[in-house]
């Protein structure tokens, strides 16, 4: 169990944050080997890039607002972003200032997921 932790994969992905580390590192030490590599493979295909949010938030002022939110897994907030044009651009800019926190906040119910997912397997 160890020795994939102590060769951390997770400290290579962009954009992890220490408060992400945290939370993985933290649903990992439940976890044995085999699971700790399934949890792996299916995080690194859910979790968001806190660049990649921002340049889509951006794109919210190019007239497609609400993208970030749809990526996000806010299907409402996307629909009601992109017929507002992102709340008259001030949802957009609200959301351009906290992409980190968005993205975060995502990353984490994919680690919880990844979890479940993971802890099901053998």
């Known amino acids: 169990m160890d020795s994939f932790q102590n060769n951390n994969p997770y400290m290579m992905l962009a954009g992890m944050t220490p408060e992400e580390l945290g939370y993985v ?10 699971q700790q590599k399934y949890f792996y493979m299916t995080y690194t295909g859910k979790r968001k890039n806190s660049q990649d949010i921002l340049i889509f938030t951006i794109i919210g002022f190019l007239g497609i607002a609400g993208i970030q939110r749809f990526i996000l897994g806010q299907t409402a907030m996307g629909i009601l972003y992109f017929f507002t044009g992102g709340f008259c651009l001030i949802g957009t800019i609200v ?4 992409n980190k926190s968005l993205t975060l906040e995502y990353n984490q119910k994919m680690v919880y997921e990844s979890f479940q997912i993971a802890k099901m397997s053998n």
């Open 95 to 98: 959301d351009l200032v906290n």
């Open 25 to 34: 590192q933290q649903a990992l030490s439940q976890l044995t080997e085999n």
